[in-house]
Protein backbone atom coordinates (compact mmCIF):
# COMPACT_ATOMS: atom_id res chain seq x y z
CA UNK A 1 0.00 0.00 0.00
CA UNK A 2 1.35 3.03 -1.13
CA UNK A 3 1.17 6.10 0.97
CA UNK A 4 1.49 9.91 -0.49
CA UNK A 5 4.64 12.44 1.67
CA UNK A 6 3.05 13.26 4.43
CA UNK A 7 -0.31 11.51 5.12
CA UNK A 8 -0.87 10.11 8.17
CA UNK A 9 -2.83 6.69 9.29
CA UNK A 10 -4.41 6.32 12.55
CA UNK A 11 -3.82 2.85 14.06
CA UNK A 12 -8.36 2.56 14.10
CA UNK A 13 -8.42 2.80 10.40
CA UNK A 14 -4.89 0.76 9.48
CA UNK A 15 -5.54 -2.74 7.40
CA UNK A 16 -5.33 -5.99 9.78
CA UNK A 17 -2.05 -8.11 9.63
CA UNK A 18 -1.87 -10.18 6.93
CA UNK A 19 -1.19 -13.07 9.62
CA UNK A 20 -4.36 -12.49 11.52
CA UNK A 21 -6.69 -15.19 10.59
CA UNK A 22 -10.08 -14.30 8.90
CA UNK A 23 -12.93 -15.23 10.92
CA UNK A 24 -14.92 -18.44 9.11
CA UNK A 25 -18.24 -17.34 7.54
CA UNK A 26 -20.85 -19.43 6.68
CA UNK A 27 -21.13 -20.13 3.44
CA UNK A 28 -24.27 -17.60 1.44
CA UNK A 29 -27.56 -19.99 0.21
CA UNK A 30 -29.81 -18.06 -1.68
CA UNK A 31 -33.22 -18.77 0.34
CA UNK A 32 -36.59 -18.01 -1.01
CA UNK A 33 -38.66 -15.09 -0.19
CA UNK A 34 -40.71 -14.55 3.01
CA UNK A 35 -38.25 -17.24 4.65
CA UNK A 36 -37.39 -16.26 8.53
CA UNK A 37 -33.87 -16.94 9.36
CA UNK A 38 -33.60 -18.81 12.71
CA UNK A 39 -33.89 -16.71 15.48
CA UNK A 40 -34.77 -13.74 13.29
CA UNK A 41 -37.74 -12.35 14.63
CA UNK A 42 -38.24 -9.17 12.30
CA UNK A 43 -38.38 -10.94 9.00
CA UNK A 44 -41.49 -11.40 7.06
CA UNK A 45 -43.82 -14.06 8.15
CA UNK A 46 -44.66 -15.77 4.36
CA UNK A 47 -47.50 -14.82 2.46
CA UNK A 48 -50.10 -17.46 3.37
CA UNK A 49 -49.87 -16.34 7.04
CA UNK A 50 -49.78 -12.85 6.50
CA UNK A 51 -53.87 -10.53 7.27
CA UNK A 52 -54.90 -7.59 6.00
CA UNK A 53 -56.07 -5.64 9.44
CA UNK A 54 -58.66 -2.79 9.10
CA UNK A 55 -57.62 0.45 10.12
CA UNK A 56 -58.54 1.34 13.97
CA UNK A 57 -61.11 3.76 14.38
CA UNK A 58 -61.94 4.71 17.92
CA UNK A 59 -63.51 8.19 17.04
CA UNK A 60 -66.17 5.86 15.26
CA UNK A 61 -66.37 3.29 18.28
CA UNK A 62 -67.05 6.61 20.68
CA UNK A 63 -69.33 8.11 18.70
CA UNK A 64 -71.36 5.31 18.42
CA UNK A 65 -71.48 3.96 21.86
CA UNK A 66 -72.14 7.98 22.87
CA UNK A 67 -75.38 7.89 20.58
CA UNK A 68 -76.32 3.66 21.75
CA UNK A 69 -76.57 5.77 25.06
CA UNK A 70 -78.72 8.04 24.01
CA UNK A 71 -80.48 5.89 22.05
CA UNK A 72 -81.28 3.63 25.37
CA UNK A 73 -82.47 6.68 27.71
CA UNK A 74 -84.74 8.35 25.50
CA UNK A 75 -86.28 4.86 24.80
CA UNK A 76 -85.74 3.94 28.34
CA UNK A 77 -87.79 7.14 29.49
CA UNK A 78 -90.52 6.61 27.61
CA UNK A 79 -91.23 3.06 28.50
CA UNK A 80 -91.04 4.05 31.99
CA UNK A 81 -92.28 7.75 32.43
CA UNK A 82 -95.73 7.16 33.96
CA UNK A 83 -96.64 11.16 32.45
CA UNK A 84 -96.90 8.95 28.78
CA UNK A 85 -99.96 7.01 30.20
CA UNK A 86 -99.31 4.08 27.58
CA UNK A 87 -102.71 2.37 28.43
CA UNK A 88 -104.57 5.41 27.87
CA UNK A 89 -102.93 5.49 24.58
CA UNK A 90 -103.81 2.09 23.78
CA UNK A 91 -107.52 2.54 24.64
CA UNK A 92 -107.67 5.77 22.45
CA UNK A 93 -105.77 4.47 19.29
CA UNK A 94 -108.46 2.87 17.83
CA UNK A 95 -111.26 4.71 18.78
CA UNK A 96 -113.58 5.61 16.39
CA UNK A 97 -113.38 8.96 16.95
CA UNK A 98 -109.74 9.15 16.07
CA UNK A 99 -110.35 6.60 13.11
CA UNK A 100 -112.92 9.19 11.66
CA UNK A 101 -111.13 11.77 12.12
CA UNK A 102 -108.13 9.56 10.06
CA UNK A 103 -110.45 9.16 7.25
CA UNK A 104 -110.75 12.70 6.75
CA UNK A 105 -107.17 13.20 6.85
CA UNK A 106 -106.75 10.89 3.93
CA UNK A 107 -109.82 12.44 2.12
CA UNK A 108 -108.35 16.32 2.39
CA UNK A 109 -104.98 14.95 1.91
CA UNK A 110 -105.81 12.59 -1.88
CA UNK A 111 -108.14 15.38 -2.75
CA UNK A 112 -105.51 18.35 -2.25
CA UNK A 113 -102.68 15.77 -4.04
CA UNK A 114 -104.42 15.71 -7.10
CA UNK A 115 -105.46 19.03 -7.48
CA UNK A 116 -102.36 20.04 -6.29
CA UNK A 117 -100.05 18.46 -8.81
CA UNK A 118 -102.34 18.95 -11.40
CA UNK A 119 -102.46 22.73 -10.71
CA UNK A 120 -98.92 23.12 -10.36
CA UNK A 121 -98.45 21.04 -13.94
CA UNK A 122 -100.75 24.17 -15.36
CA UNK A 123 -98.70 26.80 -13.51
CA UNK A 124 -95.61 25.02 -14.25
CA UNK A 125 -96.88 25.08 -18.13
CA UNK A 126 -97.81 28.66 -18.25
CA UNK A 127 -94.23 29.86 -16.40
CA UNK A 128 -92.54 27.86 -19.38
CA UNK A 129 -95.06 29.29 -22.30
CA UNK A 130 -93.65 32.12 -24.58
CA UNK A 131 -96.66 34.55 -23.80
CA UNK A 132 -96.15 36.91 -21.31
CA UNK A 133 -99.59 37.15 -20.06
CA UNK A 134 -99.60 33.40 -19.18
CA UNK A 135 -96.04 33.79 -17.68
CA UNK A 136 -96.22 37.05 -15.20
CA UNK A 137 -99.77 35.64 -14.29
CA UNK A 138 -98.20 32.09 -13.35
CA UNK A 139 -95.12 33.91 -11.89
CA UNK A 140 -97.49 35.81 -9.68
CA UNK A 141 -99.58 33.17 -7.94
CA UNK A 142 -96.81 31.35 -7.26
CA UNK A 143 -95.44 34.18 -5.45
CA UNK A 144 -98.52 34.89 -3.80
CA UNK A 145 -99.38 31.52 -2.70
CA UNK A 146 -95.75 30.67 -1.45
CA UNK A 147 -96.00 34.37 0.25
CA UNK A 148 -98.82 33.73 2.37
CA UNK A 149 -98.88 31.56 5.23
CA UNK A 150 -101.73 28.27 4.62
CA UNK A 151 -103.63 28.93 7.97
CA UNK A 152 -104.28 32.87 6.64
CA UNK A 153 -105.44 30.92 2.97
CA UNK A 154 -107.47 28.97 4.91
CA UNK A 155 -108.85 31.19 7.13
CA UNK A 156 -109.59 33.72 4.22
CA UNK A 157 -111.65 31.04 2.45
CA UNK A 158 -113.69 30.35 5.48
CA UNK A 159 -115.03 33.60 5.60
CA UNK A 160 -114.99 34.08 2.48
CA UNK A 161 -118.70 34.45 2.30
CA UNK A 162 -118.46 37.91 3.73
CA UNK A 163 -117.06 39.26 0.60
CA UNK A 164 -118.60 37.53 -1.87
CA UNK A 165 -122.33 35.91 -0.77
CA UNK A 166 -123.41 34.56 -4.13
CA UNK A 167 -120.99 33.29 -7.64
CA UNK A 168 -122.29 33.36 -11.07
CA UNK A 169 -121.21 32.01 -14.30
CA UNK A 170 -121.98 33.93 -17.69
CA UNK A 171 -120.57 36.65 -19.48
CA UNK A 172 -118.32 38.68 -18.46
CA UNK A 173 -119.83 42.12 -17.06
CA UNK A 174 -122.47 40.84 -18.53
CA UNK A 175 -126.05 38.69 -17.58
CA UNK A 176 -125.42 35.54 -15.16
CA UNK A 177 -126.57 32.52 -16.38
CA UNK A 178 -125.70 30.38 -13.36
CA UNK A 179 -125.63 31.26 -10.22
CA UNK A 180 -124.64 29.99 -6.54
CA UNK A 181 -125.33 30.52 -2.41
CA UNK A 182 -121.26 30.38 -1.32
CA UNK A 183 -122.44 29.50 1.90
CA UNK A 184 -124.05 26.58 1.06
CA UNK A 185 -120.94 25.32 -1.46
CA UNK A 186 -118.29 25.97 0.62
CA UNK A 187 -118.34 23.57 3.24
CA UNK A 188 -115.73 22.88 5.42
CA UNK A 189 -114.25 20.24 3.73
CA UNK A 190 -114.38 22.12 0.20
CA UNK A 191 -112.45 25.37 1.84
CA UNK A 192 -109.91 22.93 3.28
CA UNK A 193 -109.10 20.90 0.11
CA UNK A 194 -109.66 24.42 -1.40
CA UNK A 195 -106.77 26.00 -0.18
CA UNK A 196 -104.46 23.06 0.52
CA UNK A 197 -104.72 22.60 -2.95
CA UNK A 198 -104.22 26.31 -3.97
CA UNK A 199 -101.20 26.16 -1.55
CA UNK A 200 -99.61 22.96 -2.77
CA UNK A 201 -99.89 23.80 -6.69
CA UNK A 202 -97.74 27.00 -5.74
CA UNK A 203 -95.03 24.97 -4.62
CA UNK A 204 -95.73 21.91 -6.89
CA UNK A 205 -95.07 24.43 -9.74
CA UNK A 206 -91.43 25.02 -9.24
CA UNK A 207 -91.44 20.90 -8.94
CA UNK A 208 -92.33 20.52 -11.98
CA UNK A 209 -90.56 23.64 -14.02
CA UNK A 210 -87.50 22.06 -12.05
CA UNK A 211 -88.17 18.72 -13.76
CA UNK A 212 -88.83 19.34 -16.83
CA UNK A 213 -85.88 21.69 -17.36
CA UNK A 214 -83.91 18.95 -16.39
CA UNK A 215 -84.48 16.59 -19.39
CA UNK A 216 -82.04 17.34 -22.07
CA UNK A 217 -82.47 19.72 -24.86
CA UNK A 218 -81.19 17.46 -26.81
CA UNK A 219 -84.78 15.65 -26.55
CA UNK A 220 -86.66 18.41 -27.04
CA UNK A 221 -85.11 18.80 -30.26
CA UNK A 222 -85.13 15.16 -31.48
CA UNK A 223 -88.75 15.31 -30.99
CA UNK A 224 -89.38 18.51 -32.64
CA UNK A 225 -87.18 16.93 -35.32
CA UNK A 226 -89.49 14.01 -35.97
CA UNK A 227 -92.65 16.47 -35.74
CA UNK A 228 -94.55 15.16 -33.31
CA UNK A 229 -97.27 17.67 -31.81
CA UNK A 230 -96.14 19.60 -28.64
CA UNK A 231 -99.24 18.02 -26.83
CA UNK A 232 -97.27 14.18 -27.88
CA UNK A 233 -93.58 15.56 -27.12
CA UNK A 234 -95.08 16.86 -23.44
CA UNK A 235 -96.76 13.82 -22.80
CA UNK A 236 -94.87 11.12 -24.24
CA UNK A 237 -91.49 11.88 -24.34
CA UNK A 238 -90.47 15.36 -21.66
CA UNK A 239 -92.64 14.45 -18.85
CA UNK A 240 -91.84 11.12 -18.54
CA UNK A 241 -88.35 11.56 -17.85
CA UNK A 242 -89.01 14.54 -16.01
CA UNK A 243 -90.81 12.10 -13.45
CA UNK A 244 -87.25 10.97 -12.40
CA UNK A 245 -86.53 14.17 -11.19
CA UNK A 246 -90.50 14.91 -9.76
CA UNK A 247 -91.08 12.56 -7.87
CA UNK A 248 -88.81 12.80 -5.03
CA UNK A 249 -89.38 16.90 -4.78
CA UNK A 250 -93.30 16.16 -5.04
CA UNK A 251 -93.30 13.25 -2.40
CA UNK A 252 -91.27 15.59 -0.04
CA UNK A 253 -94.85 18.50 -0.67
CA UNK A 254 -96.43 15.50 0.07
CA UNK A 255 -95.19 14.33 2.72
CA UNK A 256 -95.64 17.88 4.09
CA UNK A 257 -98.93 18.07 3.34
CA UNK A 258 -99.95 15.32 5.54
CA UNK A 259 -98.66 17.09 8.44
CA UNK A 260 -100.49 20.27 6.59
CA UNK A 261 -104.00 18.51 7.07
CA UNK A 262 -103.55 19.89 10.55
CA UNK A 263 -104.33 22.93 10.38
CA UNK A 264 -107.94 22.12 8.74
CA UNK A 265 -109.20 22.11 12.39
CA UNK A 266 -108.87 26.07 12.52
CA UNK A 267 -111.93 25.94 10.09
CA UNK A 268 -114.11 23.53 11.88
CA UNK A 269 -113.11 20.33 10.37
CA UNK A 270 -112.19 17.41 12.71
CA UNK A 271 -109.40 15.76 11.20
CA UNK A 272 -107.03 13.07 12.86
CA UNK A 273 -105.44 16.44 14.91
CA UNK A 274 -109.14 17.94 15.34
CA UNK A 275 -110.41 14.90 16.89
CA UNK A 276 -107.63 14.29 19.35
CA UNK A 277 -107.62 17.83 20.18
CA UNK A 278 -111.46 18.03 20.50
CA UNK A 279 -111.05 15.00 22.66
CA UNK A 280 -107.92 16.47 25.18
CA UNK A 281 -110.70 19.09 25.55
CA UNK A 282 -113.48 16.75 26.89
CA UNK A 283 -110.70 14.65 28.79
CA UNK A 284 -108.13 16.91 30.00
CA UNK A 285 -106.32 14.15 32.17
CA UNK A 286 -105.46 12.12 28.58
CA UNK A 287 -104.12 15.11 26.59
CA UNK A 288 -100.49 13.80 26.20
CA UNK A 289 -101.36 10.21 25.05
CA UNK A 290 -103.88 11.61 22.46
CA UNK A 291 -100.96 13.63 21.59
CA UNK A 292 -99.03 10.75 21.07
CA UNK A 293 -101.68 8.92 19.01
CA UNK A 294 -102.16 11.38 16.76
CA UNK A 295 -98.31 11.35 16.06
CA UNK A 296 -97.89 7.70 16.00
CA UNK A 297 -100.70 8.34 12.98
CA UNK A 298 -98.72 11.04 11.15
CA UNK A 299 -95.88 8.41 11.74
CA UNK A 300 -97.55 5.43 9.92
CA UNK A 301 -99.22 8.19 7.31
CA UNK A 302 -95.91 9.46 6.00
CA UNK A 303 -93.96 5.95 6.07
CA UNK A 304 -96.04 4.56 4.17
CA UNK A 305 -95.52 7.72 2.21
CA UNK A 306 -91.86 6.99 1.92
CA UNK A 307 -92.43 2.96 0.84
CA UNK A 308 -94.56 4.46 -2.18
CA UNK A 309 -91.83 6.87 -3.04
CA UNK A 310 -89.44 4.19 -3.62
CA UNK A 311 -91.01 1.92 -5.59
CA UNK A 312 -92.01 4.81 -7.80
CA UNK A 313 -88.37 6.34 -8.21
CA UNK A 314 -87.61 2.60 -8.75
CA UNK A 315 -89.52 2.25 -11.50
CA UNK A 316 -89.22 5.71 -13.56
CA UNK A 317 -85.27 4.41 -12.99
CA UNK A 318 -85.55 1.75 -15.20
CA UNK A 319 -83.36 2.61 -18.16
CA UNK A 320 -81.24 5.49 -16.64
CA UNK A 321 -79.55 3.47 -14.32
CA UNK A 322 -77.45 0.25 -14.93
CA UNK A 323 -78.75 -1.77 -12.41
CA UNK A 324 -81.86 -0.92 -10.20
CA UNK A 325 -81.49 0.22 -6.63
CA UNK A 326 -82.06 -2.80 -4.00
CA UNK A 327 -85.05 -3.20 -2.20
CA UNK A 328 -85.28 -3.19 1.59
CA UNK A 329 -85.64 -7.02 1.65
CA UNK A 330 -83.09 -7.46 -0.56
CA UNK A 331 -80.86 -5.49 1.22
CA UNK A 332 -81.34 -7.44 4.16
CA UNK A 333 -80.77 -10.94 2.07
CA UNK A 334 -77.63 -9.34 1.08
CA UNK A 335 -76.43 -8.39 4.80
CA UNK A 336 -77.46 -11.92 5.62
CA UNK A 337 -75.73 -13.61 2.89
CA UNK A 338 -72.50 -11.25 3.88
CA UNK A 339 -72.31 -11.91 7.34
CA UNK A 340 -72.41 -15.92 6.32
CA UNK A 341 -69.88 -15.26 4.27
CA UNK A 342 -67.78 -13.21 6.90
CA UNK A 343 -68.22 -16.04 9.56
CA UNK A 344 -66.79 -18.57 7.39
CA UNK A 345 -63.37 -16.77 6.68
CA UNK A 346 -63.05 -15.92 10.33
CA UNK A 347 -63.66 -19.67 11.08
CA UNK A 348 -61.12 -20.54 8.54
CA UNK A 349 -58.66 -18.42 10.12
Known amino acids: MSESPGAVVSLASAPPAEDTP ?3 SEPRTARPAGAERPGDDTAPRPLAAQRVLPQ ?8 TAIVLVLVAQIAHGLVTNPFYQWDRFQYWFLRPTILDGLLITLEVTA ?4 LGLLGGILVALGRLSRSPVLRAVSWTYTWLFRSVPLIVVLLFLYNFSALYKTLSLGVPFGPAFFTFDESRLATDI ?3 VVGLSLNEAAYASEVVRSGILAVDQGQHEAASALGLPRSYQFTKIVFPQALRSITPNYVNLLINLIKSTSLVFYVSLL ?3 GSAQSMGSTYPGDIVPLLLVATVWY ?10 QFYV ?3 FSRGATRTLPPTPLQKVRTGLRDLRARARREAAI
Open 111 to 114: YSAV
Open 190 to 192: VVA
Open 22 to 24: EPA
Open 299 to 308: LILTSAVSVV
Open 313 to 315: ERY
Open 271 to 273: DLF
Open 56 to 63: RRPGRWIA
